[in-house]
């Protein structure tokens, strides 16, 4: 059972647009949500996270929307760059848990 | 500073075989966690620990054994290979299991034959 569901599987961008990445979950205990960024043979690398205390959290070009009542939160790349073509992978825990539980990853391309 | 290091890279085994994919960090992390990633499925946790001793379980955790021994090394064993273990397997560190950033190896690559 996929505690985070993540949205689109693949995504095909133009370079400058905006790329979207949808996760939604079910367990409203859930207080942590980070995306993490993962280009080819490397390992994941965190990206941005948030707390569900906020509603946006914006880190340069990369932009976290929360809405808590939805149950969802999503990825915003503004300006997307060849560079970020990479698999994202949203995720969630719960303070004070010892894992984290991961999306099933979104593969991002940014056309030039 | 070399953070998370798996060995090896890739590996091809086959059917009934055992091996250990070793996992090396030395930035003092008390929390380690080992995933493995397939196509469509995300990443999922196979074990976890919180400290040297302490090992327990994570969402796949069949077919594999773990261990800590020291604060540096998580080792992760195959006791007896199945096709159905051909995967990427990261292995990850962090200060805390949550709210602080993983940081994850490069992964070894497992084909089971």
């Known amino acids: ?112 | 500073n070399a953070g998370v290091t798996q060995t090896p890279k890739f590996q091809v085994l086959k059917t009934g075989q055992s091996m250990t994919l070793q996992c090396a960090q030395d930035m003092n992390h008390e929390y380690m966690s080992w995933y493995r990633q397939d196509p469509g499925m995300g990443l999922r946790l196979i074990h976890y620990s919180v400290g040297a001793g302490i090992t327990d379980q994570g969402e796949v955790p069949n077919g594999y054994n773990v261990s800590r021994s020291t604060t540096e090394d998580f080792p992760l064993r195959l006791l007896s290979a199945a096709p159905s273990q051909t995967s990427v397997y990261f292995c990850a560190s962090s200060y805390r299991p949550v709210g602080q950033p993983q940081h994850f190896g490069d992964g070894t690559r497992l084909s089971i034959l």
Not at chain 1, 16 to 41: H, L, M, V
Not at chain 1, 46 to 62: N, Q
């Open chain 1, 1 to 112: 059972q996929q505690q985070v569901k993540q949205s689109p599987q693949s995504l095909i961008v133009q370079k400058g647009g905006i790329s979207i990445i949808n996760c939604a979950y079910e367990n409203t205990a859930f207080d942590y949500f980070p995306w993490y960024q993962q280009f080819p043979g490397k390992g994941p690398a965190l990206l941005i996270a948030i707390r569900p205390d906020v509603s946006e959290k914006k880190e340069g070009r990369f932009t976290i929307s929360f809405n808590k009542s939805a149950k969802q939160f999503s990825l915003h790349i503004m300006d997307s760059q060849p560079g970020d073509s990479a698999t994202y992978f949203c995720a969630a825990s719960i303070q004070g848990a010892q894992k984290l539980v991961f999306g099933q990853g979104t593969r991002l391309t940014i056309n030039p």
